[in-house]
Nanobody, 128 residues
Framework: QVQLVESGGGSVQAGGSLRLSCAASSATSSSASMAWFRQAPGKEREGVACFYSGPGRDYYADYADSVKGRFTISRDIPKNTLHLQMNSLKPEDTAMYYC??????????????????WGQGTQVTVSS
């Protein structure tokens, strides 16, 4: 079981930036998906950004429409870390952000019920 630990959350004003990091306890499989999800109070957990890989072993990144152009997902494979650079933050980005690991080949970002391992979450609060 891969253990995930997030860091980098905090409070910022609208228009500001934050960089989230996720450290994995062991090397993640090249056939796995790594992703960021978020959950605001009273709302369902939703995908923010992910890397996934198909049988051809090409890596793809995908983003929720609400964050495209503002957030960038990146991965440092030798260090087993995942990052999420968040720019131009909006109050509606306020949520608990979770790192996720899902085994297997994918043709899209995994959905919450499909995730194998979750981090404990890091809070992001954006004030107007």
């Amino acid at each position: 079981q891969v253990q995930l630990v997030e860091s980098g959350g905090g409070s910022v004003q609208a228009g500001g930036s934050l960089r989230l990091s996720c450290a994995a306890s062991s090397a993640t499989s090249s056939s796995a998906s790594m992703a960021w999800f978020r959950q605001a109070p009273g709302k369902e957990r939703e995908g923010v950004a992910c890397f996934y890989s198909g049988p051809g072993r090409d890596y793809y990144a995908d983003y929720a429409d609400s964050v495209k152009g503002r957030f960038t997902i990146s991965r440092d494979i030798p260090k087993n870390t995942l990052h999420l650079q968040m720019n131009s933050l909006k109050p509606e980005d306020t949520a608990m952000y979770y790192c996720a690991y899902t085994r297997g080949w994918w043709t899209r970002c995994p959905r919450p019920p499909e995730v194998n391992s979750w981090g404990q979450g890091t809070q992001v609060t954006v004030s107007s």
